[in-house]
């Protein structure tokens, strides 16, 4: 029975799957570090999340999710 990849391929797959683990790692190390700043700067849940939505591409309700994930008092 043939393989479905070739290595080539599969190491591709693999570096691909990889690259993009860590940009995902990085987008969340980014929010959280943008909400922290901006908590600590006394600016509102509501604002923080708009910014969110705008500087991360992100839809409304994912940026308040993600100010509810990472605001820390």
């Known amino acids: 029975m043939g393989l479905l990849f070739d290595d080539e391929t599969i190491r ?3 570096d691909y799957n990889v690259a ?4 995902q790692e990085g987008l969340e190390k980014g929010i959280d570090a943008m909400v922290s700043t901006l908590r ?3 600016i509102d ?3 923080i999340a708009q910014t ?3 500087k991360f591409d992100l839809l409304p309700n994912v ?3 993600k100010v509810a994930q990472y ?3």
């Open 12 to 14: 591709e797959i693999h």
């Open 20 to 23: 993009k683990e860590a940009r």
């Open 40 to 42: 600590d700067l006394s």
């Open 45 to 47: 849940r509501t604002t």
């Open 52 to 54: 969110l939505a705008a």
């Open 63 to 65: 940026a308040e999710e």
């Open 71 to 73: 605001w820390v008092q």
